[in-house]
């Protein structure tokens, strides 16, 4: 069974940090694309980041770019985001999303993701 389990989030003032793992579990992480995306009350699902298992590839949104990055941790399965000068806007659910069949054009598309996690919740105060 896929497994996907997020945590680290949680309430932090504007211009902080906060940094979320995912932990996957069920697949051959290697193999994978894996990241995040993030959807905030009465919006879209955003892509916020993915990296590519395979080759290290990274991918931002926009809204992100130059503030996030994403890694990961073969050895633990688990990929990290690490938020750096959060915004009132980046409050969000955040959701760790994985696919082995990517159209990498196609990232920040949430129909392109098989695997979902629960989520963990980001609150930034201002």
Not at 48 to 64: E, L, M, N
Not at 101 to 114: C, G, K, N, T, V
């Amino acid at each position: 069974e896929v497994q996907l389990v997020e945590s680290g989030g949680g309430l932090v003032q504007a211009g902080g940090s906060l940094r979320l793992p995912c932990t996957a579990s069920g697949f051959t992480f290697d193999d994978y694309y894996i990241g995040w995306f993030r959807q905030a009350p009465g919006k879209e699902r955003e892509g916020v980041s993915i990296i590519s298992r395979s080759d290290g590839s990274t991918y931002y949104g926009d809204s992100v770019k130059g503030r996030f990055t994403i890694s990961s941790d073969n050895a633990k399965n688990t990929v990290y985001l690490q938020m750096n000068s959060l915004k009132p806007e980046d409050t969000a659910g955040y959701y760790c999303v994985a696919d082995i069949l990517l159209l990498i054009r196609l990232w920040a598309s949430p129909h392109e993701y098989d695997q979902w996690g629960q989520g963990t919740q980001v609150t930034v105060s201002s």
